[in-house]
């Protein structure tokens, strides 16, 4: 069975600073993994993505995460936060085997102080 | 394509009566999905569908609830006997069937059981 775990319920930094969100997922095959965004009340939209090719994956609004298999981890970072980051991130794996049913962890809120 | 399109956007209801929701994915998407969200948690399974046929039910899936995909296209999830519990957020995602690809949201219903 494949999961993600997410670290930290809420991350809270300054506009400017670095924005680390944490993910570890769980798989018995290299997984595909996924970054998305979600704004109060509104769906999910998708950062980026890894798909086996360059480890180091770029997404949009500057938004970047490095796939590291000896860590199973796919931590998403930015190097400067802006307010209009402030909003809900969720970490997803898709197994590359059955079903290919994405599976969401709980969420990281991000916070950003003026 | 406008992408993936969700009706209504949000359903105040009384406990035990019944809804439906629709689901319009992107067009050329054969893969539906249909997720469940509360309140500080991520998108939970419920269903999937390849083109009409439905192919995997989570547990949380309960007798009460029912989806459908006639056709290949739009699909409608239905809960009958509603209870307070059922109150939350319904989010569709549609993707290609192909490995690899990421699956896009529709901004959700938001059910309110009172």
């Known amino acids: 069975a494949q999961s993600v775990t997410q670290l930290g319920s809420h991350v809270s930094v300054s506009e400017g600073a670095l924005v680390l969100l944490r993910c570890n997922y769980s798989?018995?095959?290299?997984?595909?993994l996924f970054w998305y965004v979600q704004y109060p009340n509104q769906g999910l939209q998708l950062l980026l993505k890894?798909?086996?090719?360059?480890?180091l994956v770029k997404g949009i609004n500057g938004f970047e995460a490095e796939f590291k298999k000896s860590e199973t981890s796919f931590h998403l970072t930015k190097p400067s936060a802006h307010m209009s980051d402030a909003a809900e991130y969720f970490c997803?794996?898709?197994?590359?085997?059955?079903?290919?049913?994405?599976?969401f962890g709980r969420g990281t809120s991000l916070i950003v102080h003026p | 394509d406008t992408g993936v399109s969700q009706d209504p956007r949000h359903k105040i209801t009384k406990r035990g009566q019944n809804v439906t929701f629709r689901c319009d994915p992107i067009?050329?998407?054969?893969?539906l999905y249909w997720y469940r969200q509360t309140l500080g948690q991520g998108p939970e399974f419920l269903t999937y569908?390849?083109?009409?046929?439905?192919?995997?039910k989570s547990r949380l899936l309960s007798d009460r609830f029912s989806a459908e995909r006639p056709k290949g296209s739009f699909s409608t999830l239905e809960i009958q006997r509603t209870e307070q519990g059922d109150s939350a957020m319904y989010l569709c995602?549609?993707?290609?069937?192909?490995?690899?690809?990421?699956?896009?949201f529709g901004q959700g219903t938001r059910l309110t059981v009172v």
């Open positions: 067009s050329e998407h054969n893969r």
């Open positions: 995602a549609s993707s290609l069937a192909a490995v690899g690809t990421e699956a896009f």
């Open positions: 569908f390849q083109n009409e046929a439905q192919l995997e």
């Open positions: 798989s018995s095959v290299p997984p595909y």
């Open positions: 890894y798909t086996s090719a360059a480890t």
């Open positions: 997803a794996v898709r197994s590359p085997l059955g079903s290919y049913i994405p599976t």
